[in-house]
């Protein structure tokens, strides 16, 4: 079978998703339909409609664009069925009923941003560098009846650096997910659709711990400074640049208001002051956790623009008898 040959659906909704879409076109293989979410509204009266930008680029290169509200949704089904794919790829999309994963010949499988068995769930990336991981990757593996649990096909690892937020390690799962994409596609051409995949339960070392990876939610979001500056400095980086990690400043007459916390600085800095009790030394920013101080770099007051830490301390005074709670 040749790649021209192999008719490949594609779904997801993403930029994280138009990476993997974009290296199946440029290679040649033949996508003949994508599957994405409806237009989203957007606007202060929700009046604009925002296509995805899986939509976006599939339209610039004139691939058919499917947008169930419902995915057991009968004329989306059979409108599916009528592109008669053989392989259905899924990337960074929702949760798939049976009579979708089921249809093509040789099955659906997703792309997952995490080694799985470990992190199963919507936000691998960022539960991933929250728990101050040193390694995640790209995996492939089939649809079957539960979230994420299917036989694993490729997998690849990736390195978090110390450094690296959110975003960093989004960038390179992307790429890598390309990859992992093709390959397994190629896997599947050379085997004229028989691949060789491995139950995930043969993956799990006795007695391993199995980290997941629920959405996140606002409140997901509350940074917790009863921790140690290690935890906390790995909580930010995990939400950065978005949804953004955040906290309550709290000042001298109880006025409260909404602090984001985008960028901090680990510290060997040891203080007296209670948990959350801001401290300013030579116009830097830091505050006290369970065990050091940490150094807080890039902050966004609500209604205010993201700014480095020193910038914001020019606009306040008596900072020290401010709280963080």
């Not at 990337?91 to 941003?113: D, I, K, S, Y």
Request: glycine share 8%.
């Amino acid at each position: 079978m040749k790649k021209e040959d192999l008719r490949i659906v594609f779904m997801g909704t993403p930029e994280f998703a138009v990476g993997t879409l974009q290296r199946l076109v440029e290679g040649g293989y033949h996508v003949v339909a994508v599957v994405t979410q409806p237009d989203k509204p957007v606007g202060r009266h929700q009046e604009t409609l925002q296509p995805s930008q899986v939509k976006q680029y599939a339209l610039s290169k004139g691939i058919p664009v499917l947008q169930p509200v419902k995915m057991k949704d009968p004329e989306f089904v059979e409108e599916l069925r009528s592109y008669k794919a053989d392989i259905q790829v899924v990337v960074a999309f929702r949760m798939l009923p049976e009579v979708v994963w089921a249809m093509p010949r040789f099955g659906t499988f997703n792309v997952h941003a995490a080694l799985l068995p470990q992190y199963r769930g919507a936000a691998p990336i960022n539960w991933a560098v929250i728990n101050g991981e040193t390694q995640t990757g790209v995996t492939t593996f089939f649809l079957d009846q539960d979230i994420d649990t299917g036989r694993i096909i490729i997998q690849k690892p990736f390195a978090i650096k110390d450094d690296y937020n959110v975003e960093d390690v989004y960038d390179g799962l992307m790429n890598l997910g390309a990859e992992i994409a093709i390959e397994t596609i190629d896997k599947i051409i050379e085997g004229e659709g028989s691949v060789e995949s491995l139950p995930q339960a043969d993956m799990i070392p006795v007695g391993a711990e199995l980290h997941a990876a629920p959405k996140i939610f606002k409140e997901t979001c509350e940074i917790n400074w009863n921790q140690s500056v290690k935890k906390v400095y790995d909580f930010v980086r995990g939400l950065s640049p978005y949804p953004g990690a955040w906290t309550t400043l709290v000042d001298p007459n109880g006025k409260t208001i909404v602090l984001k916390v985008y960028a901090t600085a680990k510290t060997g800095k040891t203080t007296s002051e209670p948990i959350g009790t801001l401290v300013v030394e030579k116009n830097k920013l830091f505050v006290a956790t369970a065990d050091n101080l940490l150094e807080l770099k890039e902050i966004q007051l609500a209604g205010k623009k993201r700014m480095e830490a020193s910038v914001f301390l020019n606009g306040f005074r008596d900072l020290d008898k401010y709280q963080l709670k």
